[in-house]
């Protein structure tokens, strides 16, 4: 279940509208409704792309591992291990958009709301302004660093209201597959894996066919 900000304890597929993308240097969001908690296996699909799969064996509502689901990736994929997923919405750029939050980012958001208080009040809250740095050569070194001197509480503007006057639970916006909707979505993967790879061995062997 999503939860509201201060709800949440925050240790722990695809959306339907616009993510938001961080761009390199300075950021700022206005995050809005609901926090979702998830944990997701991140599974090999088709030209190497990763595909995140929500891991079932992880309860919304309580925010534990009580494995009341049956969860296909443990079983399909046993080397694979489940990672933190925490998302909500946010305004950027004059839209409302999913916002997937990196956990340390997350984490200095928790703190500065020990002093600033929920960031998601409409009259009260604040924008989050952070940047992206990076801190090696590889796509993964990268480090997320919340500016609270910026962060100074606004209310929310007319225009920006009217985008979230209908806005929807994070639970209705990134649905929680069933597990045979997960086994469904894995066996289409299984199988394009299985013939990718066979038209692969096909093209070789036709390749070196002696005559």
Not at 21 to 32: H, L, T
Not at 49 to 63: G, H, M, Q, Y
Not at 80 to 87: F, G, I, R, T
Not at 162 to 171: F, K, P
Request: charged letters at 35%.
């Amino acid at each position: 279940m999503a939860l509201s900000f201060n709800d949440q304890r925050g240790s722990a597929q695809k959306a339907d509208f616009a993510t938001y993308k961080m761009a390199d240097g300075e950021n700022s969001v206005r995050i809005v409704g609901d926090i979702l908690a998830r944990y997701v296996y991140w599974v090999k699909g088709e030209n190497g792309k990763n595909i995140p799969v929500e891991c079932l064996a992880f309860n919304r509502d309580t925010e534990s591992f009580d494995r009341a689901e049956k969860d296909w990736v443990a079983e399909l994929y046993p080397d694979l291990k489940a990672s933190w997923s925490y998302a909500t919405q946010c305004i950027a750029d004059g839209k409302l958009q999913v916002f997937n939050l990196k956990k340390k980012l997350w984490e200095q958001i928790c703190t500065a709301a020990e002093d600033l208080g929920d960031p998601t009040d409409i009259e009260k809250g604040w924008d989050i302004k952070f940047k992206k740095v990076k801190t090696g050569p590889l796509p993964y070194n990268v480090e997320y660093q919340l500016q609270p001197l910026k962060c100074k509480p606004r209310a929310l503007s007319d225009s920006e209201r009217g985008l979230i006057a209908d806005i929807r639970s994070m639970d209705d916006v990134m649905k929680r597959p069933t597990p045979e909707q997960q086994k469904e979505f894995l066996d289409k993967l299984r199988n394009n894996e299985s013939a990718a790879s066979k038209s692969a061995e096909e093209a070789l062997e036709e390749e070196f066919k002696v005559d």
